[in-house]
């Protein structure tokens, strides 16, 4: 059990998707400019990454490693992220159309996340079974999901105060992502 919960504690804090791996950055930034459309996205990336980790590792382990295909993996797992992103757009845009018009095209763009698919990948690459692949996908979507909403209510700060004109737009969202980063990195010596 113990080392369950470090799976999740080490994926979303000391192995931050976003903060320490660099993956997911172009939504990480495109969309943390509102922080009702970032939690929404985090949610979103929390149901893909995690589904999208489960049904990689039972593909993996019961489809292409058996007959010898694990060489198809990244293509096969592309197809299983853009099928579970596809099912996620209807539903936001059925049930939550302001959501679904203020994630505009980063919603889609999660398809071609390297952050869902480097999930995926590194949860084969490791070895998990079934369990710890589920557990790492959610451990890591948590830690996006942190990172966004974070940077999300820094930028709503950081929008209210007089900065100078050199400051003002990527700049200080770039300098705002690189102290979190390097807060993050204090998670490191984290031990359990």
Known sequence: MKSLILIIISCALINNVVLNQFLGICSFLGVSNQL?????????????????????????????APLGMDFMKTIIFILVIAALVQIVEMFLKKTSPGVYTALGIYLPLITTNCAVLG?????????????????????????????IVLLASIRTRVHEEDLPAPLRGAPIVLIAAALMSIAF????NLSL
């Not at 990195?185 to 490191?188: A, C, L, N, R, V």
């Open 36 to 64: 009702k459309a970032s939690a929404s996205l985090g949610g979103a990336v929390i149901f893909v990454i995690t589904i999208a980790s489960a049904v990689a590792s039972l593909l993996y382990d019961f489809v292409l």
């Open 119 to 147: 999930v995926a990948l590194t949860n084969v690459q490791d070895g998990y079974n079934f369990v710890q692949c589920v557990l790492s996908g959610f451990g890591t979507a948590l830690g996006y999901t942190l990172a």
């Open 185 to 188: 990195m204090g998670f490191s």
